[in-house]
């Protein structure tokens, strides 16, 4: 297996042979439609039908417990949002150069989801875009063009993102107004973590500086899941922020995959560090699946750009996709799925951590409400990272029917992040199939 493969989890077409019959034609026509770009997941790829709650079933009707896939945030195929799509589908959908309340009122709701008032909100249909637009919105108002990421950040497809996600690797070259940082990790670092995380970004602002470019913006998923899932500690990102603004630079926090009450103890990520961003990015769990995405930042970053750019995008914020977000912040708050999040999740690290007392494998459990990562090393000694043991693991539940994916530089981390109806029987599942098989390796 490549070291490519490892990190994304990917399933390899010269071993499709050992598939069914119907998995190997299947495979055959994706690949002559779609290409060799596209990437599928696990050694024995899966193939899905239909899905509901916190399930995937495939051709034959078996259950598979979904663990991973936060896009479709409040359960798959929730009534909730399907009706709400249907029901919008059917009366009118078009773009947003007419008056229209959905817009509105989506937008209001949303921006009373953050803990200051002040904010305005624009929409685009991926993550990808919102993160695209908002270096747009940071480049105009700043006159800078640097960026400040994190060491294996990913932020999107689009070009400008792109060169500034590393997690790509060397394939997709950093731009050179790009800088990379550690993350905070306290696992390795210890309580300095924090500390050493913002002097990072001080002396990335003093390089972008002595190469003669202005700090724009510092770009951060707030916890940091691409680089292994680091929560803590909790406000570093203030101090950061701080002095990013002091160079002249904005403070993005992309909450594609931290927001939408998924961190339990609050709806937004940065809320964690007490800190108000510039401006703040938002994806995937938007429209329960449904492509909706966008950003809110400070009015006068807005209006700064609305002034020499006139910003148009067709599908964003149509009228289906704010019925579909509309309905997805009422499941949020009509089920009490921050509150389970909070409480689930606490349930779900304790569990990992017991497993951890048994099982030498496991070097660090750490997360924040539905997001978790299990680091595991070959030594706990030296932290040595156990790439190989986590594929093993990951491919392993899959044949327990149980869904998880691996993160991190290293592909060492269980990248964990149930929808939000998760519950304790569902954690319960997961932890006794985790034990077998690392009781197993």
Avoid at 115 to 143: H, I, K, V
Wanted: hydrophobic share 45%; glycine share 10%; aromatic share 8%.
């Amino acid at each position: 297996m490549s070291k490519d493969q490892r990190m994304v989890n990917a399933f390899d077409p010269a071993s499709a042979g050992q598939l069914p019959a119907r998995e190997q034609e299947l495979i055959r026509r994706r690949q002559a439609a779609l290409g060799s770009a596209y990437r599928l997941f696990y050694e024995q790829p899966l193939h899905v039908v239909r899905a509901e709650g916190v399930w995937l079933y495939d051709p034959d009707g078996t259950p598979y417990l979904d663990v991973y896939n936060n896009v479709a945030s409040v359960g798959h195929s929730h009534p909730r949002v399907v009706a709400a799509i249907a029901r919008q589908a059917a009366t009118l959908n078009t773009h947003t150069r007419y008056l229209g309340d959905g817009i509105v009122d989506y937008a209001e709701r949303l921006l009373a989801t953050l803990p200051a008032a002040g904010y305005q909100a624009m929409f685009t249909c991926t993550g990808s875009e919102a993160n695209d637009l908002a270096l747009r919105l940071a480049w105009n108002a700043t006159g800078g063009k640097g960026v400040i990421v994190s060491s294996h950040a990913y932020h999107g497809v689009t070009s400008s993102v792109a060169e500034c996600s590393p997690a790509f690797g060397d394939s997709v070259p950093l731009g050179v107004h790009v800088r990379t940082v550690p993350p905070p990790d306290s696992y390795r670092q210890g309580p300095d973590a924090g500390e050493r995380f913002v002097r990072e970004v001080e002396a990335a602002i003093a390089d972008l500086r002595r190469h003669g470019i202005q700090p724009a913006a510092l770009l951060v998923d707030t916890l940091f899941t691409s680089d292994g899932v680091y929560p803590e500690p909790a406000g570093c990102l203030a101090r950061a922020a701080e002095a990013i603004r002091a160079a002249g630079g904005l403070f993005i926090a992309d909450e594609v995959q931290a927001g939408f009450a998924r961190s339990g103890s609050h709806f937004w990520g940065f809320q964690r560090h007490g800190v108000l961003p510039d401006i703040v990015t938002m994806g995937k769990p938007m429209g329960n699946g449904h492509p909706i995405a966008g950003l809110v930042a400070r009015p006068e970053i807005i209006d700064a750009f609305g002034s020499r750019v006139r910003y148009f995008n067709t599908f964003g914020g149509n009228a289906v996709s704010c019925a579909a977000g509309m309905a997805v912040l009422d499941v949020i708050r009509d089920e009490n799925l921050q509150h389970n999040a909070l409480e689930t999740g606490a349930y779900l690290k304790a569990g990992f951590e017991t497993l951890a007392a048994r099982h030498a494998l496991i070097g660090d459990v750490r997360g924040a409400g539905f997001f978790l990562g299990v680091e595991m090393v070959s030594d706990r000694a030296s932290k040595a990272p156990a790439s190989a043991e986590t594929a093993r693991i990951v491919n392993a539940l899959r044949q327990r029917r149980i869904l998880i994916s691996a993160t991190g530089p290293a592909g060492n981390i269980l990248k964990v992040r149930p929808q939000l109806v998760f519950a304790r029987e569902h954690a319960d599942m997961l932890l006794r199939a985790l034990d077998e098989v690392l009781a197993g390796l």
